[in-house]
């Protein structure tokens, strides 16, 4: 949608065609973090940078509200081990623009109300966000529809080829549709989608569960809380690690789970056990509040974990927006932006080198 939205903005044409309505795909089912202050700074989070510019242009009047919250973040330490860790983060950090500060026990306690008395510290990333996805993709539908950009929903791409004039002919069960660019923007069905053309996209689906409570206003965290450790397995379940954050309406989202190549989204109780039990470390307090629902969604990931943007090396006129993995919404306005450029002017920023589908899909 991002892309489109850039492409419209640019003066093109476009025409979104999607199997579904808007949030059929992994951008309906997931958090809405923007997570700038990353363990690990580089190319993600640069890109987590650049769209955060963007999400706050967007949602200063033109777009409307889709609750874009500067509200930061909370990486909590078990260990001392990870403490120090965090300090030598900081350290690196500095000068970099990153706002990152550390937090005692005691500071994080006066912070976080009911936080586990048995944490080490916590790393505060004042430039985290939030937003809520389903207003965002109704935000950026409208815009695109104000550019005069179209869409065709429940029409699933069956095939797609090529006339003798370079055109792409794309086909749907209900319709045929010429241009001259196609972006395989198809989340977990980038490969699919990619192989009608005879080229191999390494993405594949990573799911991942989310529990909802009830509305606990009493308890609302003042930012999102997440685990510094990486995803490690449980005893019976999935790997999970944790995110705790509260909505606008007062519900509380516990995360998270990252299974392998998992293309099913059904939900497995023992790893909404483990993701409870996890959290549950983090905030005692919890053990009060009732679960209401559970979701899944399947990340689209790349081979290597970082996104697919640019034009393919072998089929002109073909490009990608693909394999976000678990960043795609921290990181969706700059792909568009970039991916835009590329299609509109021909210019290919710096960045978008390492992002290149030329590093799979060779000619
Ligand atoms: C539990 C969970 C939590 C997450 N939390 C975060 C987070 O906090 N922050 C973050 O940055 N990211 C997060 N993510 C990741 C983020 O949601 C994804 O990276 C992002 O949504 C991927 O967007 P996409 O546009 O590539 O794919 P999608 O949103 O899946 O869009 C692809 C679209 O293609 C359509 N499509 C597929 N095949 C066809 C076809 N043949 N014909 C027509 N249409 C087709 C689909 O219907 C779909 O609408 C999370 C993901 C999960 C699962």
């Not at 650049?50 to 990486?75: A, P, Q």
């Not at 989310?210 to 490690?232: F, G, N, Q």
Request: aromatic residues 6%.
């Amino acid at each position: 949608m991002c892309v489109a939205y850039y492409l419209v903005k640019a003066g093109l044409r476009t025409l979104n065609i999607d199997q579904g309505y808007i949030t059929a795909g992994t951008s309906g089912a997931g958090n809405g973090n923007i997570i700038v202050g990353n363990r690990q700074p580089g190319l993600l989070a640069e890109l987590a940078r650049r769209s955060l510019l963007e999400y706050e242009r967007m949602g200063n009047g033109e777009m409307g509200d889709f609750e874009l919250e500067r509200n930061g973040s909370y990486l909590l330490l078990e260990t001392e081990a990870q403490a120090e860790e965090a300090r030598q983060l900081i350290a690196r950090q500095e000068g970099r623009g990153l706002s990152l500060a550390y937090l005692s026990a005691g500071e994080l306690a006066e912070a976080v109300p009911g936080v586990s008395a048995k944490l080490a510290g916590a790393v505060y990333c004042r430039d985290d966000c939030s937003l809520n996805p389903l207003l965002f993709l109704r935000a950026l539908r409208r815009r695109i529809q104000d550019h005069g950009g179209g869409f065709a929903f429940y029409e699933k791409v069956g095939k797609i080829q090529r006339t003798p004039s370079g055109l792409f002919c794309v086909y749907t069960g209900a319709g045929t549709y010429r241009s001259p660019v196609v972006v395989d923007c198809a989340g977990v069905q980038a490969r699919p989608i990619a192989s009608l053309l005879g080229e191999q996209v390494p993405v594949a689906p990573n799911k991942g569960h989310i529990v909802v409570t009830e509305k606990v206003p009493h308890l609302r965290i003042p930012a999102k809380l997440r685990d510094w450790a990486d995803a490690s397995d449980s005893q019976e379940g999935e790997p999970v690690n944790t995110v705790i954050e509260s909505t606008a309406a007062g519900n509380l989202l516990i995360g998270k789970s990252e299974a392998g190549t998992e293309s099913s989204a059904s939900v497995s109780l023992p790893t909404v056990r483990a993701i409870l039990d996890r959290a549950l470390r983090f905030l005692p307090c919890l053990r009060e509040v009732k679960v209401i629902r559970i979701y899944t969604g399947l990340r689209p990931r790349s081979g290597d974990g970082l996104p697919i943007i640019g034009a393919s090396a072998i089929t002109a006129g073909l490009y990608y927006a693909c394999g976000h993995g678990g960043d795609g919404v921290s990181s969706a306005p700059e792909t568009g932006r970039l991916l835009s450029r590329r299609i509109a002017e021909g210019r290919s920023e710096r960045i978008m080198r390492e992002f290149a589908p030329a590093r799979f899909i060779k000619p």
